[in-house]
C-alpha cells in the first residue's frame, strides 16, 4: 500500500488461464455490466472509475464499488497475470479524526470516541473495499463460462 493524494494505493495479483484477448474482452463487459466506466485502455492495461450518476449516489451504490482503479495484464510466458490496483481514499476519515482531537483538546475529553469511531468505520471500508476487489478479480479470472465473450481462444 502506497499513501498518495489522501488515497491508499492497494493491489492484488491473481493468475488466469485466460487467453489475453478473450480477458481484455471479458474485462470491458464485466465493467460496463458492474456499473463502472472505463477511462483508458490499452492492450495491457485499462483504466476505470464508477459511473457517477444521481441514481447510483440515490441508492448508494458508491459504497459498494472501487472508487478508481487500473487492471494490467502481464504475461509471464504461458500464464496470464492479472493485477487490479485500485485506490481508497482517505480524505473523510482524516478530516473527522483531526476534528475529533481538536475537539476532544478544546472542549470535552469525550469528543476524542467520535476519532474512534471515524477510525473504525475506516478499517471496515478499507476490509469492505478488498472484499469488492478481490470479488471482481476472482470474476475477471474465472473460466466458468457464465460470461458469453465470444471465443477468442
Known sequence: ???NDFKI?????EITQLSKKRLIRKIALILKEDGYNITNMSNSE?????INDSF???????????YQGAL???ENGKEIQLELIYFISYKFFLLVIILSLIMG????PIDFVMGIFALVFFLIDIFKRR???RQLVLELISSDGNTDV???D
Open 131 to 133: 472484499q469488492i476487489a
Open 105 to 108: 483538546i478544546l472542549s470535552d
Open 46 to 50: 485499462i483504466e476505470f472509475e464508477p
Open 1 to 3: 500500500m502506497a499513501i
Open 56 to 66: 447510483s449516489r440515490l441508492r448508494n451504490i458508491s459504497s459498494q464499488r472501487i
Open 9 to 13: 494505493k492497494c493491489k492484488i495479483v
Open 72 to 74: 494490467v495484464i502481464v
Open 150 to 152: 465470444g471465443s477468442v
